[in-house]
């Protein structure tokens, strides 16, 4: 009686194979979940119904079932390789890797399991390992577009563009309509300066996936950089699509402004986002919005709100994280821009006023001769490449200076330089927001930064300010070698090679040395 149900269930289930096999997931599930309850605990059962419920995307399903399938029987290798890709898109990377090194002990020329293992080992961080597995995957299949993408990727995180670029090239001659692939060659060619190339990539990742959220951000981002400044903005838009932090739209309750709506009589909030230096930036708009007839709220950080409230046009700033006032329209800053034209914009003339209070409070600190401030980093938890060693920026300028530090913080590592160097002084602990430190900034006669907050607000007090920037600084300083339309007063030094600060301080210390011979 028994060999005759088993007879039944193997029909069955060579059934419910050839219909997945054809591509009819619910005539197979539909069999397959009546299997399981005549036979529960049957292996083959619980792996094809598994894989059934992850191909239709149920992967935290698709897991349940097929942890039960290799508790039965560990010696399956498609059974871990799918229990990987379902450990991977729910977010347990060592999960995910732990099955596909069972799948590839099971066997080793299993190249998907490769390519997953790859897969979590470059989430994991692990890139110069991911790069190991997705070259077995090749091995195994080398002419499987999707390794070849993922090979290309891992190589872009490694600093390696060009090569990256050469894999990028292969998939899309495999498969030209892999949306992914035209997207992160669009990135490998941003990488490598070719902006021109990186736009009509990312136009062809949108071409075959028009809701691709980052090829549309990215095909901004090189817009604003190569100064087609209508495009950039109006594709900015998408930055509320991403899932990043910085970039969760608001909860204002009344209409967005983007410049359809007359503001005569009318009530706008601005507000604040992504970072401080963003703010400080895009406030130039403020007074521009208030010419149109609007009474003007700004909605600030708080580190930002005294600074803020000096701005032309303002009626009342309130701080970010309380009630939100009542008004009529609101915009957050960085969708000025678009609201108000595009292209014109770009080069609107704007200083910041710093009061008069704190004027007085830093008038006195300078000395005699000539007194640079010095930024060698913003927030301590920033990006790597906007900050630099204090002790590597000091070894580059020369003596004859009165130096300050314009930071409110300093790194422990970088406290001994106090001690080296008399000329420096540190006055963080006297420094209370943006407002304070912008009054420092007018007792400078010339402000050396990093690309950091520093930066925007020095420049925006039309203060002389020689700005340290990395290789790929982003959008907003262009590609001009040594100036920005944004800041005329700034002036930029930009790394030639990625990670080198050598050129950039080598420049610094000469012009410095210039300006001291010049009698400044």
Known sequence: MASGVDDQVSELLGIATTMFNAGDLAGAKEILSTLNVVSPANFAVLKLLGIVAATEGGYGEAAALLDQAVALDDRDALAWNVLSVCRFKGGDDPGALD???????????????????????????????????????????????EVLVNIGNVLRDLGQAAASLGYLDRAIAIDPAIAEAHFNRGNALQDLGRHAEAIASFGEALRLDPDHVDAHWNRSLANLLTGQFEAGWREYEWRWRRSSPESRPRDVPCPLWLGREDLAGKTILLHCEQGLGDSIQFIRYAPVVAKMGARVIVEAFEPLVELFSQVEGVAEVTVRGGPIPVTDFHCPLMSLPLALGGEALASVPFELNASETMRGKWRGEGGGGLNVGVVCSGNLKGAEGRSLPAAALFAALPAGP??????????????????????????????????????????????ITVDTSAAHLAASLGRPTWILLAYDAGWRWGLEPETTHWYPSARLYRQTVRGDWSGPLARIARDLAAMMGAGR
Not at 112 to 122: I, M, P, T, V, W
Not at 410 to 434: E, H, M, Q, T, Y
């Open 99 to 145: 099955c596909a090194d069972r799948a590839i002990g099971l066997r080793t020329t299993f190249g998907e399991a490769h390519n997953n293992r790859g897969n979590a080992l470059n989430r994991l961080g692990r890139q110069a390992e991911a790069l190991e597995a997705f070259e077995a995957a090749l091995r195994v299949l080398p002419g499987d577009a």
């Open 402 to 447: 009165a130096y300050c530090l314009l930071q409110k913080e300093l790194r422990p590592s970088d406290a001994a330089i106090l001690d080296a160097r008399k000329d420096i002084r540190f006055v963080g602990d006297r420094l209370d927001g943006f407002a304070d430190t912008a009054g420092l900034c007018m007792a400078m006669d010339l402000v």
